[in-house]
């Protein structure tokens, strides 16, 4: 089954908010016969379209690949939220690979959040970054550890960007009983994600990068140079970026077997007026709580709520897309029990078992960096970045992704899905103890 095209269409975008208020780019050509480029890059996401935009701002040859259209993937469909960091908090990256490395991370993951926050200054880029993430924990038992966590932070790593909040603080905040407290972090923002990548493609174009939409990759034959082939087109390359992330497929069974597709799902409300939206969420901060199936919302630039929660781990998204994302709003929200949705979609983002960003080498010229398990805003835009350093002889942030260890998943490609539901269900007893 084809996760291109299993819930969408061919050549279109969902049904979803940012597309249908989006100034969407005329469409771009299918690549057709044979091409020649300095690098191949393979989907036209956050990871591929920052890869291109980079990589012709340093003079390389560029041809991007996408299946369907730019921003099409999780990218377009997210919830905006732009972390700092990494997805694991620093003291388990400690117990991971030690403070050296867990502390370049850091480093790394706050890049990422600049990045972002630089790209949203450009004319190209129709979205503005709006600073803070409020992170909730939903028992009360939880609040101990974010003192420790705020006190690690600011005396371990200088971060003076993130502060404790109590639990009557957080409640100013957000207007909801569901939580118990939690940590502020203004290096972190949110944005639009589609106006973000259609932004990206804008500047990857004017940089001298040539895209291609309708092109999905059939094969890639590995050497150098490497040849990636679509239905109508051959494109020889020096080098070739993998920046597929969920919807990777069995394009790479060996990138496969580490990097699961799940689906998550996004609701939007009706619009606000601003004194209803200050009701519910102050100060236009983003909120994503401590559930393992994570709860994030956010309002946009014209008042409505945007909810994303719920998460299935087959290819199909359900029927009743709406229904499903309403249980978890009215949730935190009872007090919106009468609001009305007039969008709801769902997306395809790609996990790791360890839910760090899977980056590799391939036979020397073929990199991959996939698996952002929900961080990918920030993280995925700051690879394409990495990647063309890395391309123009420059590792060093690549090398450091890189040597966080990223393990198959038990069975695989072919059975990792009905473990992985049970694993889920077991994490989603534990956060309702």
């Known amino acids: 089954m084809d996760l291109l095209t299993v819930n969408d269409r061919p050549g279109e975008y969902p049904r979803s908010y940012y597309a249908d208020t989006a100034a969407l780019l005329d469409r771009f050509p299918a690549a057709a016969g044979d091409l020649d480029c300095d690098v191949c890059v393979v989907g036209g996401g956050f990871t591929g379209l920052s890869t291109a935009y980079h990589l012709a701002q340093r003079g390389y040859d560029v041809v991007l690949l996408e299946a369907q259209r730019v921003g099409f993937g999780a990218s377009g469909r997210n919830g905006g939220q732009v972390a700092r960091g990494q997805r694991r908090d620093q003291e388990d990256l400690e117990a991971m690979v030690g403070d050296t490395h867990a502390r370049a991370l850091w ?38 550890h974010n003192h420790a966590y705020v006190a690690h932070m600011q005396d371990k790593y200088g971060d003076d960007q993130i502060r404790l909040m109590s639990p009557e603080a957080c409640r100013e905040i957000v207007n909801s009983p ?58 020889k390359a020096r080098y070739v970026v993998l920046g597929c992330n969920g919807y990777l497929g069995t394009m790479h069974k060996h990138v496969a077997a580490r990097v699961m597709p799940i689906n998550n799902f996004v609701v939007s409300t009706k619009p606000m007026t601003p004194e209803a939206q200050d009701q519910i969420i102050r100060n236009n901060y983003a909120v994503a709580d401590s559930k393992f199936v994570v709860n994030y919302f956010r309002f946009s630039e014209d008042h409505r709520l945007l909810f994303g929660g719920t998460e299935t781990y087959g290819y199909k998204f359900p029927k009743d897309i709406a229904g ?21 979609w769902g997306g395809t983002l790609g996990i790791t078992m360890n839910r760090m960003p899977h980056y590799e080498r391939i036979g020397g010229n073929i990199l991959t960096m996939s698996g952002f398990s929900g961080s990918g805003v920030a993280l995925a835009t700051l690879s394409g970045q990495i990647a063309a350093e890395t391309i123009a002889g420059q590792a060093e942030r690549f090398d450091t992704m890189a040597g966080v260890p990223t393990y198959p998943f038990p069975g695989g490609a072919a059975f990792r899905s009905p473990l992985l539901v049970l694993a889920m269900l077991w994490y989603s007893l534990r956060d309702k103890l």
Do not use: W
Not at 185 to 210: F, K, S, W
Not at 334 to 343: A, F, G, R, S, Y
């Open 107 to 144: 480093d790394i993951g706050c890049q990422a959040a600049d990045l972002v926050r630089d790209l949203c200054a450009k004319d190209e880029v129709h979205t503005d970054f709006q600073r803070g993430i409020l992170h909730t924990v939903h028992r009360a038992r939880d609040h101990a």
């Open 178 to 235: 569901a939580y118990h407290g939690g940590t502020l972090d203004m290096g972190a923002g949110h944005v639009n994600p589609l106006e973000l990548v259609l932004g990206l493609a804008r500047l990857a174009v004017q940089a001298g990068a040539r895209i291609f939409e309708g092109s999905k990759v059939t094969a890639i034959d590995e050497g150098d140079p490497a040849y990636v082939k679509t239905d109508t087109a051959k494109i």
């Open 324 to 344: 499903a994302v309403r249980k978890p709003l009215l949730e935190i929200f009872p007090q919106l029990k009468d609001v009305e949705i007039d969008h709801a």
